[in-house]
């Protein structure tokens, strides 16, 4: 940990890492991803090292084993978070409030300090409570100096002797206020910035010295924090300069040690396979004559890619190559619902109410944000949509009507007020033709931007009939290409080993490849 002036900055919390410096750093990256050795790759197989993923065959497994992989699995998915996620950070551990864990924790605390509080009183006063705690800090405030740190070292392992301090005790000669003001001077020392009030407070206190070695306590343990954050930090370049070859060889050390590694990951991809399979037509002489088509391996995996947008977590497992990403992934599905939803009511209202609304952006601005906000939420388990929606659709009547009576129209009639609430309340049933137009238009957009070599140029061209969400389509947009290119770049090999397997293994003469694929297709040339 630095000191005086090179002590760490504050940190500051934060979700994910700003929108276009990741597309541009996983454009960087993709630009090298395995999976584009070449077209051939997927029909032969790579000489490459990286183009030759393996997954270890089932196998009974140790606690040992299992223990490990567990390791492995935390700390992929920390590394993965740090790189992503430029504004990671750990925050204070705290407990819940009413949960048995804090009640132990609080009373074994409570326990220990009425414990040195007693001996402290005594006359003659004890310090062995206070010698083991004046030790623990010894050794936090070492653990917080950097190897060259060797001054401050020697000067805590000199003041904080516990040999001459238990001679010291033994002869009731403790200065135990000079020790807390020294201890508490050397944590301003090297404490970050934003600790700097709670080291002020420390030395303005008028507490006995019980409670003022608990709040000495309580800061340590924030600074414990700053420390762990600022080699975070530290650790981000590092890791964001090796992170494809150290996601890919650290998941490569999880294959080796699971049973049935990829199991999820098949499964998604033949998903795809399957789903292409079946659209693509047959050969130009009839079903029973010419060659069988396949879709190419690349829109194979774009589909697939899609599939991840609408994926349900209740019943189907994420693909293992997913699983770093699955909040940042359930977010954008969130989102994505209730834009749609938003979006698909705006239609209604526009279609039915017609030309007394239509010109008027602060009229729609005011009716998406009221339809965004009562849709809040609507994910969760919890939520009635019929509900909500019939909420929004009374809430939208009386918005129409005042802006409708003070420009001189008629209010809109009680039939066609029932009938605009049957419509938005409508949209729950999924064959409902609105609903299904616009689901279709947005994975028409996120299709677009998957297979486009500079999706950044696309995130701003929505579907006809989306404009309204255009903003948010273009940001979630935006994230959900980011992951999908650096996944592509860490993963790419096993993808185009599981396609190769997928597509040839169960013929013994390779099928005819489809019908020249689109420009499009080539996404992962980027």
């Given at each position: 940990?630095?000191?005086?002036?090179?002590?760490?900055?504050?940190?500051?919390?934060?979700?994910?890492?700003?929108?276009?410096?990741?597309?541009?750093?996983?454009?960087?990256?993709?630009?090298?991803?395995?999976?584009?050795?070449?077209?051939?790759?997927?029909?032969?197989?790579?000489?490459?090292?990286?183009?030759?993923?393996?997954?270890?065959?089932?196998?009974?497994?140790?606690?040992?084993?299992?223990?490990?992989?567990?390791?492995?699995?935390?700390?992929?998915?920390?590394?993965?978070?740090?790189?992503?996620?430029?504004?990671?950070?750990?925050?204070?551990?705290?407990?819940?409030?009413?949960?048995?864990?804090?009640?132990?924790?609080?009373?074994?605390?409570?326990?220990?300090?009425?414990?040195?509080?007693?001996?402290?009183?005594?006359?003659?006063?004890?310090?062995?409570?206070?010698?083991?705690?004046?030790?623990?800090?010894?050794?936090?405030?070492?653990?917080?100096?950097?190897?060259?740190?060797?001054?401050?070292?020697?000067?805590?392992?000199?003041?904080?002797?516990?040999?001459?301090?238990?001679?010291?005790?033994?002869?009731?000669?403790?200065?135990?206020?000079?020790?807390?003001?020294?201890?508490?001077?050397?944590?301003?020392?090297?404490?970050?910035?934003?600790?700097?009030?709670?080291?002020?407070?420390?030395?303005?206190?008028?507490?006995?010295?019980?409670?003022?070695?608990?709040?000495?306590?309580?800061?340590?343990?924030?600074?414990?924090?700053?420390?762990?954050?600022?080699?975070?930090?530290?650790?981000?370049?590092?890791?964001?300069?090796?992170?494809?070859?150290?996601?890919?060889?650290?998941?490569?050390?999880?294959?080796?040690?699971?049973?049935?590694?990829?199991?999820?990951t098949t499964s998604w991809i033949q998903s795809?396979?399957?789903?292409?399979?079946?659209?693509?037509?047959?050969?130009?002489?009839?079903?029973?004559?010419?060659?069988?088509?396949?879709?190419?391996?690349?829109?194979?995996?774009?589909?697939?890619?899609?599939?991840?947008?609408?994926?349900?977590?209740?019943?189907?497992?994420?693909?293992?190559?997913?699983?770093?990403?699955?909040?940042?992934?359930?977010?954008?599905?969130?989102?994505?619902?209730?834009?749609?939803?938003?979006?698909?009511?705006?239609?209604?209202?526009?279609?039915?109410?017609?030309?007394?609304?239509?010109?008027?952006?602060?009229?729609?601005?005011?009716?998406?944000?009221?339809?965004?906000?009562?849709?809040?939420?609507?994910?969760?388990?919890?939520?009635?949509?019929?509900?909500?929606?019939?909420?929004?659709?009374?809430?939208?009547?009386?918005?129409?009507?005042?802006?409708?009576?003070?420009?001189?129209?008629?209010?809109?009639?009680?039939?066609?007020?029932?009938?605009?609430?049957?419509?938005?309340?409508?949209?729950?049933?999924?064959?409902?033709?609105?609903?299904?137009?616009?689901?279709?238009?947005?994975?028409?957009?996120?299709?677009?931007?998957?297979?486009?070599?500079?999706?950044?140029?696309?995130?701003?061209?929505?579907?006809?009939?989306?404009?309204?969400?255009?903003?948010?389509?273009?940001?979630?947009?935006?994230?959900?290409?980011?992951?999908?290119?650096?996944?592509?770049t860490v993963y790419g090999p096993y993808y185009?080993?599981?396609?190769?397997?997928?597509?040839?293994?169960?013929?013994?003469?390779?099928?005819?490849?489809?019908?020249?694929?689109?420009?499009?297709?080539?996404?992962?040339?980027?």
């Amino acid at each position: 940990m630095p000191l005086n002036d090179e002590r760490p900055p504050s940190t500051s919390s934060g979700d994910d890492q700003d929108v276009e410096s990741s597309s541009e750093r996983c454009d960087s990256m993709t630009s090298t991803s395995d999976l584009d050795c070449s077209r051939e790759s997927f029909t032969s197989d790579c000489s490459s090292k990286h183009c030759t993923p393996s997954s270890s065959p089932p196998k009974t497994l140790t606690m040992d084993e299992v223990m490990e992989s567990a390791r492995d699995l935390s700390n992929l998915r920390l590394a993965h978070e740090i790189i992503v996620n430029r504004n990671f950070h750990l925050e204070p551990g705290s407990l819940p409030q009413d949960s048995l864990w804090k009640a132990v924790k609080d009373n074994l605390h409570k326990a220990f300090w009425d414990v040195l509080e007693t001996e402290l009183n005594d006359d003659p006063p004890e310090y062995g409570q206070a010698i083991r705690l004046l030790e623990d800090i010894r050794e936090i405030l070492l653990s917080f100096l950097n190897p060259g740190a060797n001054r401050m070292r020697t000067q805590i392992m000199e003041v904080l002797d516990m040999d001459l301090i238990r001679q010291q005790a033994d002869n009731d000669a403790v200065d135990i206020q000079g020790l807390a003001s020294y201890i508490i001077t050397t944590m301003g020392k090297i404490c970050a910035p934003l600790r700097d009030g709670d080291i002020r407070k420390l030395r303005e206190s008028s507490d006995n010295i019980v409670t003022l070695f608990r709040e000495v306590f309580r800061v340590l343990d924030l600074m414990k924090t700053d420390f762990v954050n600022f080699e975070i930090d530290n650790l981000r370049p590092v890791l964001q300069r090796a992170s494809v070859e150290y996601e890919r060889a650290t998941f490569q050390e999880i294959l080796d040690k699971t049973p049935n590694a990829l199991k999820h990951t098949t499964s998604w991809i033949q998903s795809a396979l399957e789903e292409l399979s079946s659209s693509v037509p047959k050969g130009q002489n009839g079903p029973e004559k010419g060659p069988r088509l396949v879709p190419g391996p690349f829109q194979v995996l774009n589909t697939a890619f899609l599939h991840i947008l609408t994926w349900d977590y209740e019943t189907d497992p994420l693909p293992e190559t997913w699983m770093t990403d699955e909040q940042r992934l359930r977010e954008i599905q969130w989102q994505l619902q209730r834009c749609e939803a938003v979006n698909e009511v705006l239609l209604i209202i526009y279609s039915t109410v017609g030309e007394p609304i239509q010109g008027l952006s602060s009229l729609s601005d005011r009716l998406k944000k009221m339809i965004s906000v009562l849709l809040d939420g609507m994910h969760r388990p919890s939520f009635n949509l019929e509900e909500a929606l019939e909420g929004v659709s009374a809430q939208i009547c009386c918005e129409l009507n005042k802006s409708l009576t003070e420009r001189n129209y008629p209010a809109l009639s009680p039939a066609l007020q029932a009938t605009l609430t049957g419509q938005i309340c409508s949209i729950t049933q999924r064959d409902n033709p609105i609903r299904t137009l616009v689901e279709d238009r947005v994975q028409q957009y996120f299709l677009a931007l998957i297979c486009d070599p500079k999706p950044q140029v696309r995130l701003e061209q929505v579907p006809t009939g989306l404009t309204a969400i255009k903003p948010e389509l273009a940001f979630m947009g935006a994230k959900f290409v980011s992951l999908v290119n650096y996944n592509k770049t860490v993963y790419g090999p096993y993808y185009a080993d599981i396609i190769r397997k997928l597509m040839f293994s169960s013929s013994s003469s390779p099928p005819a490849p489809a019908a020249a694929n689109p420009p499009q297709d080539s996404v992962t040339s980027k």
